[in-house]
């Protein structure tokens, strides 16, 4: 039962998480369109996404949040919706394995969230076309390719972006930058 009941929370999850991207996609359209600004905890902002590597059978969450600020003014809603967008990928997409979830601020005082797995990767030329909606990666997994779609509209937002760089591993590492 224990198992059964995981498994429900997982699919509420998943839904829960379609219905957000589909609704904020058309609500990012609106000129009424504003962000939310707030002082919020970094773990509020990394709990959400952590959760869903954690209840992957096929991955083990590497979590590094050492380098990272205690807190960060932005749309708390807009970036969890945006780093578990990143990190469902991750779960979606990756091999078998770790997939590490970094908090750090860089030599500029951006706020970096990296989201990194360990394959398959991404082909040559292929991670400016995944931002545009309804693109998907080659290995076709469920969904809508809302998902970088929307993370990146919710990081350009905040006057930020996401940057996409293959890992040590094989695989591919996203990372939304969000200014100070």
């Known amino acids: 039962q224990m198992e059964r009941a ?3 929370r997982r699919a509420c999850r998943r839904l829960s998480t ?3 991207n589909c609704l904020l996609s058309d609500r990012l359209d ?16 990394i709990d959400d996404a952590a ?9 083990q969450l590497r979590l590094d949040v050492a380098r990272a600020p205690a807190e960060w003014e932005c749309d708390p809603v807009l970036v969890r919706i945006a780093l578990s967008n990143l990190v469902d990928n991750a779960v ?5 394995g770790a997939i590490s979830l970094i908090a750090q601020t860089d ?6 969230l990296s989201v990194g797995d360990e394959g398959p990767g991404l ?29 990146r509209r919710i990081a350009l ?11 040590p591993e094989g695989g591919a590492c996203f990372t939304l930058v969000l200014p100070a």
């Open 30 to 45: 609106t000129t009424a369109f504003r962000l939310q600004l707030d002082h919020a905890p970094m773990s509020e902002l």
């Open 92 to 96: 979606k997409y990756g091999q078998p």
């Open 107 to 112: 030599e500029r005082g951006n706020l970096r």
């Open 123 to 151: 082909p040559a030329g292929a991670a400016e076309h995944l931002f545009q909606r309804g693109q998907r990666g080659e290995h076709r997994a469920r969904g809508f390719g809302l998902g970088l779609w929307v993370a």
């Open 157 to 167: 937002l905040h006057g930020g972006g996401i940057e996409v760089a293959a890992t």
């Open 51 to 59: 959760q869903l590597v954690q209840w992957s059978p096929r991955h």
């Open 18 to 20: 379609l219905v957000d």
């Open 6 to 8: 995981a498994q429900i």
